[in-house]
C-alpha cells in the first residue's frame, strides 16, 4: 500500500514531441504528489506537485493530471527538449511530510534531436 | 543561497577504512537526510534529523552512522562497509519534516566506491 509505481521504465521521444509519464499509488491517505527531475551527476530537484483538489496543474511546458478516484497522476512534457533529457520520480506522502516521502522507481527520459 | 553543499564528491575505501561524507546548508531549515541512491533506483531514505535530533533510522546498519553538529551541518560516519554499500549518498533538507512544505532540497551527492 506504500508503494508508487511508475511506468515507463524509459522513453524515449524527439525534440517538440509530448513526454507522458505515468504513476498510479493505492494509498488513499496520500495527498501530496510532487515530481522531482535528475540530471546525471547531480541531485533530485522538485520539478511541480500537485495537491488532490485539483485535477490539473501546469508550469511551463510541464503538467501533471490528477485522477483522484483512478489513484494515478502524470506528468506532461510539451515541447520536449534535448535539454529535458533526464530522470523523473514521482513520489507521494500523506501532508507534505517529507520524512515519510514514497518514490516511484523512475523513468529515465531521452529527447533527440 | 539555496544550495546543499557534500563532501566529497567521490570516494573510494577499503571495508577496513573508516571515512566520512559531509553535508552543509545555509537555508535556515531544521530537517536533514541521507538518502543512498543505487544506478538507475530512486533515493532510499536512510535517516532523518529534525531539529538535530534523529528522528528516523530506516533499519540502516550500524556500520553507517550519522552525526548532526549543529542546524547546518550533516555527516555520515561510515566504518567497516562492504562492496555492495557503493553507492551515490545524497544529503537533503527541508524547511521541516512533519508538517512541512514539501520540498527536499538535495546536494549533488557523494559516490561512494567500496573495494
Known amino acids: 500500500q506504500q508503494q508508487v509505481k511508475q511506468s515507463p521504465q524509459s522513453l524515449i521521444v524527439q525534440k517538440g514531441g509530448i513526454s507522458i509519464i505515468n504513476c498510479a499509488y493505492e494509498n488513499t491517505a496520500f495527498d501530496y504528489f510532487p515530481w522531482y527531475q535528475q540530471f546525471p551527476g547531480k541531485g533530485p530537484a522538485l520539478l511541480i506537485a500537485?495537491?488532490?483538489?485539483?485535477s490539473e496543474k501546469k508550469e511551463g511546458r510541464f503538467t501533471i493530471s490528477f485522477n483522484k478516484s483512478a489513484k494515478q497522476f502524470s506528468l506532461h512534457i510539451m515541447d520536449s527538449q534535448p535539454g529535458d533529457s533526464a530522470t523523473y520520480f514521482c513520489a507521494a506522502s500523506r501532508g507534505r511530510n517529507t520524512d515519510k516521502l514514497i518514490f516511484g522507481t523512475g523513468t529515465r527520459l531521452q529527447v533527440f534531436p | 543561497d539555496t544550495e546543499v553543499t557534500q563532501t566529497p564528491k567521490h570516494l573510494v575505501m577499503g571495508m577496513t577504512n573508516k571515512k566520512s561524507l559531509k553535508c552543509e546548508q545555509h537555508?535556515?531549515?531544521?530537517?536533514m537526510y541521507w538518502y543512498k541512491q543505487k544506478a538507475k533506483k530512486p533515493p532510499e531514505l536512510m535517516f532523518v534529523y529534525s531539529y538535530e535530533k534523529l528522528s528516523i533510522n530506516e533499519s540502516v546498519p550500524s556500520r553507517f552512522s550519522p552525526e548532526c553538529p549543529n542546524s547546518s551541518l550533516l555527516n555520515l560516519h561510515l566504518h567497516a562497509l562492504q562492496p555492495e554499500d557503493s553507492a551515490l549518498y545524497l544529503c537533503a533538507s527541508s524547511q521541516a519534516a512533519t508538517p512541512n512544505t514539501g520540498e527536499l532540497f538535495f546536494g549533488e551527492g557523494s559516490r561512494l566506491t567500496v573495494l
Open positions: 500537485i495537491r488532490p483538489d485539483v
Open positions: 537555508m535556515g531549515h531544521r530537517a
